[in-house]
């Protein structure tokens, strides 16, 4: 919107400079015509008719880059059409002032001595204004173009991004209904029950696709339905803990950012051992911005092999560079036999 009416506001400025040239320019002419000698009507009619009949060349030149722009054979094309106009130009305003003073013969012989100077004028005006036009609407072509590859960059981005988050949810839809399935003959209130919150978090997962970003207060309520029914499943074996700073909780968070990091880390830390596991997730504000780190037990030796491990980090890598633009926003950390994976948000989100 800003863009157009800048162009618009560009275009109003061009044309106002347009129409107050030749005003400007006939007085100059007909200054030039009656210091020479010339009578008032011979100057007049003179000034008028050569600086129209220019204009109209103009215009027409203006008009005619509009519809067409030159591409390689540009250069070639404003010579010719330049010297083209500028001989029309010259013999039509030598009919036309002939016609209106054949009878002066002195005036007749001046515009005859005079056709090499009106030439480079008119050459020089024609020329002048076919490279501006060109360069404008050549200007405006690659700005319009530009655009579109904005537009199609973004549609594409957004395309990936959608790809990306729906890519990982059927790893948990397929793994809930496995228990669903498992409780359903020992234990039907616990499917029941995980029935219900498995429909409440797809609610939400569908909501949450319409926002690019939300807060993290709210990332962490969806993160806690989705911890719920992760419950369910493994029992008593996971447990987690969530600190969130007070000033780290409204800031904004890509949406659904959280589940496959957390997902992730109930993977190396559940899948290869039988005790129990806590899974930590701490948010705070630092220099660099929000800092969210997942942190979980693993075994070195077993979690190689764990299949799957490492889609969700790398579709989360993935879609923090199309958001932010950086590589650096996903950070591995090993220590001992914890393994932490850390999440930073930019500072200006």
Known sequence: MQGSTRTVSR??????????WWPFWMAMHYSVLNNFGFSFAESFVDSVTSNVLLAGICLLIINNMRYYLPGKEKYWYVLAISLALSIIWLLTTRVV????????DAYTQSLTRSSNVRFAFGFL?????????LLWYTQKEQQATDELKREAEKLAKDAELFKLRQQLQPHFLFNSLNSISALAGSQPEKARHMIEQLSDFLRGTIKKEEKQLVSLQEEIKYLELYLDIEKVR????????????????????PSLILQPVVENAIKFGLYDTMDDVMITIKANITDQGLKISVSNPFDPFTAASVPGTGFGLASIKRRLYLLYGRNNLVEIQKEATIFNTILIIPSFT
């Open 125 to 133: 005006m024609t020329g002048c204004l076919t490279m501006l036009s």
């Open 97 to 104: 002032l002939w016609a209106c003073f054949k009878q002066d």
């Open 234 to 253: 493994f029992g008593h074996r996971l447990q987690t803990t969530i600190e969130v700073d007070e000033q780290a909780s409204g800031r904004m968070i």
């Open 11 to 20: 275009k109003l400025k061009l044309g106002i400079a347009f129409g107050l």
